[in-house]
Nanobody
Framework: VQLVESGGGSVQVGGSLRLSCIPS????????MGWFRQAPGKEREGVAS???????TYADSVKGRFTISHDIAKNILYLQMNSLKPEDTAMYYC?????????????????????WGQGTQVTVS
């Protein structure tokens, strides 16, 4: 299983970025897909998730600012991030079938059971 994240970068406070994730295998073969982030010295946490039929869930810290979506035809998962804050600075990862962790940290034990991409860095200053 491979996941390739892209779209990160350095932006000013209040700016926007759109992250993309291309998984091996088809998106609709997964029950859910999600975006996670890890800041230096902090645990990896779930940011947003989307179920196969389109139901979305967001961490309170990003609700109203981030939008998760998927393009089934192109097999791409997106995370549109608006009104970015310095506390959004982190490495962002996508994952397949790691459901129920939006708004929660993901232990190293759980992390080891899931495939991760290389991540894409988001820096807000």
């Amino acid at each position: 299983v491979q996941l390739v994240e892209s779209g990160g970068g350095s932006v000013q406070v209040g700016g926007s970025l759109r992250l993309s994730c291309i998984p091996s295998g088809h998106i609709d073969s997964s029950f859910c897909m999600g975006w996670f982030r890890q800041a230096p010295g902090k645990e990896r946490e779930g940011v947003a998730s989307i179920e196969r039929e389109g139901t979305t869930t967001y961490a309170d810290s990003v609700k109203g600012r981030f939008t998760i979506s998927h393009d089934i035809a192109k097999n791409i998962l997106y995370l549109q991030m608006n009104s970015l804050k310095p506390e959004d600075t982190a490495m962002y990862y996508c994952a397949k079938d790691l459901c129920g962790f939006t708004g929660f940290t993901v232990s190293r034990t759980i992390q080891s059971k899931v495939y991760w991409g290389q991540g894409t860095q988001v820096t807000v200053s």
